[in-house]
């Protein structure tokens, strides 16, 4: 399948394709637009992993179309942490009514693809639990800044990501 996800219209479209990832009937702002954006990704237990830079270090995070932020593992390297600028602490609730503490901030940059995203906010929290679940460790998680610099392309077959530029209207 390819997926399209435009945030600003609220819009997301499943498409069949065939073996190759080929869409019969490209979404109109496919057919004329660059992508600003492409990465590859692997397809982990269904979940997708995308390779990241922060610090100068390459990273594997996950793509959460449901996360309100980008996650940093509180494993990470202190090199890598220092990127992460702390606003505040914050208490959630996790599955079960269990409760954790986070780092609530500012990534001071990130590269996804061949461009760079400043600023975005992001958590810092311990993300074993979720690499287990995965069935792979995990460095973080992009959430909705990420999703929100562009229409999210994603082709299952290709197993790429792009972003192409919002239309104007």
């Known amino acids: 399948f390819h997926i399209t996800l435009d945030l600003h219209k609220n819009i997301l479209i499943l498409q069949q394709t065939d073996k190759e990832g080929t869409v019969e009937q490209p979404v109109d702002f496919m057919v004329n637009k660059a992508p600003i954006n492409k990465t590859s990704f692997k397809l982990v237990n269904n979940s997708i992993i995308v ?82 679940a995965y069935g792979q460790n995990i460095d973080g998680m992009i959430g909705y800044d990420f999703l929100t610099k562009g229409i999210v392309s994603i082709s299952f077959a290709k197993k790429e990501l792009c972003l192409y530029p919002f239309d104007e209207e």
Do not use: Q, W
């Open 51 to 132: 390779p990241v830079t922060i610090a100068n270090k390459k990273l594997l995070f996950c793509l959460d179309t449901g996360a309100e932020a980008s996650v940093l593992s509180s494993l990470l390297s202190k090199r890598v942490l220092t990127s992460f600028t702390v606003a505040k602490r914050s208490i959630l609730l996790g599955t079960g009514g269990t409760t954790v503490e986070v780092l609530a901030g500012k990534l001071d940059k990130i590269t996804i693809g061949s461009e760079h995203y400043y600023n975005m906010n992001a958590l810092v929290s311990n993300l074993e639990g979720l690499g287990k």
